[in-house]
């Protein structure tokens, strides 16, 4: 049994002086909990932070939406705002888990949520993640809903999240806080490749918090939509999913934004993807060259190579729908 202390904390201060190595804060408990049942989280001291001031959903100061770390997913989903300017958001974040489960995760906790790799929640399993050189049982092993781009020879854990594939594509921004004062962090920054540190997630340091994530402005007419394939029609997480925000003109693509889940290691954009649509006419060609380029020399395994092909065709056919009526 691992034994914790455990605080209620009444400010950010207050979380932040009980905060360090070995401490895990505590929003929904929705991954926390489950996984200190298991064993595979095991933190000293266990602080809960439900009770600060972090759940507001309004505008940010510079433009755009401000979403507190402690807003619940089904708050955020539902919010006229984020439904109005953001829908690839609500819709990531009504794909995922239940309505029970999204009443109680939160934003900062779905964006440090950990893999579902059944390994990494196995403690009798060799897990690089978990026991850092205690090898990887998934390499070789089961790995169907395991990542192909992205990873390394330590580790192929997917990225679980689906808020997160939403939020990369629409250019989030993270609010850290910390024992050495505050940053923002582009969501495209803020993930870590596992290369030989697999068990280093995010640029997040011990006891450091996310505040809040804010969201640019809308791009002038810009339509969004995600779509997520996975095995049910619901509570399960993706094999593949598309984020896709673009503006389209008289049938050219102005400015594209994608980002994928379930294939990658952390929710994944490639640039050059994107530049090879922008300025282009609408084609199914051309969406198709798009998949091409984020799929083309990807390492699966036996297991998850289906992946390629699911991946290009989620891609394709979140292209089609975001560009249909435009
Ligand atoms: C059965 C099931 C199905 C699911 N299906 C999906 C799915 O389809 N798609 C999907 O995207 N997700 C899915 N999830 C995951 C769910 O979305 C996450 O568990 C949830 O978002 C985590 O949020 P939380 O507030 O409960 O986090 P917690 O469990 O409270 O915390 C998770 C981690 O985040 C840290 N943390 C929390 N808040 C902060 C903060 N402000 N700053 C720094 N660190 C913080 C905690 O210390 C902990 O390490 C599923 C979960 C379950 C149990
Ligand atoms: S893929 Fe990563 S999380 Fe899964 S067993 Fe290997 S090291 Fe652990």
Avoid at 82 to 91: F, G, I, Q, S, T
Avoid at 157 to 181: F, Y
Avoid at 186 to 194: D, S
Wanted: proline share 6%; charged share 20%; with cysteine.
């Amino acid at each position: 049994m691992n034994f914790f202390s455990f605080s209620r904390a009444a400010s950010v201060a207050d979380a932040l002086r009980d905060a360090g190595a070995g401490a895990k804060f505590v929003a929904g408990g929705t991954t926390l909990v489950d996984l200190m049942k298991l064993d595979v989280e095991t933190p000293a001291v266990v602080i809960d932070i439900n009770r600060l001031p972090l759940a507001e959903v309004g505008p940010a100061p510079e433009g755009g939406l401000r979403i507190g770390a402690l807003a619940r997913n089904s708050d955020v989903a539902h919010h006229p705002a984020v439904v109005r300017d953001y829908p690839v958001l609500a819709e990531a974040l009504l794909s995922g888990a239940s309505a029970q489960l999204r009443n109680m995760a939160t934003t900062g906790g779905n964006l440090v949520q950990r893999t579902r790799c059944v390994y990494f929640r196995d403690t009798a399993s060799a897990c690089n993640k978990r026991v850092p050189g205690s090898g990887c049982a998934a390499i070789g092993g089961y790995n169907r809903n395991l990542a192909i781009v992205g990873t390394s020879e330590h580790c192929i854990a997917s990225h679980p999240s689906d808020q997160n594939v939403a939020l990369t594509a629409l250019e989030a921004t993270v609010q850290i806080t910390g024992a050495r004062g505050d940053r923002s962090v582009p969501i495209g920054e803020f993930y870590l490749l596992p290369g030989d540190t697999p068990e280093r997630e995010t640029v997040l340091e011990p006891g450091e918090m996310i505040t809040s994530v804010t969201l640019p402005p809308p791009a002038p007419g810009a339509r969004s939509t995600y779509l997520k394939l996975r095995d049910r029609a619901s509570y399960e997480f993706a094999l593949a999913s598309a984020a896709v925000v673009a503006t389209v003109t008289n049938g050219t693509l102005e400015r594209v934004r994608i980002a994928m889940g379930g294939i990658g290691t952390k929710p994944w954009r490639n640039r050059d993807a994107e530049l090879a649509l922008e300025g282009k006419r609408v084609s199914a060609e051309r969406f198709a060259a798009a998949a091409q380029i984020i799929l083309s020399g990807v390492k699966p395994q036996p297991g998850n190579a289906f992946k390629v092909e699911l991946g290009k065709r989620c891609l394709v056919h979140a292209l089609k729908l975001v560009t249909a009526e435009a």
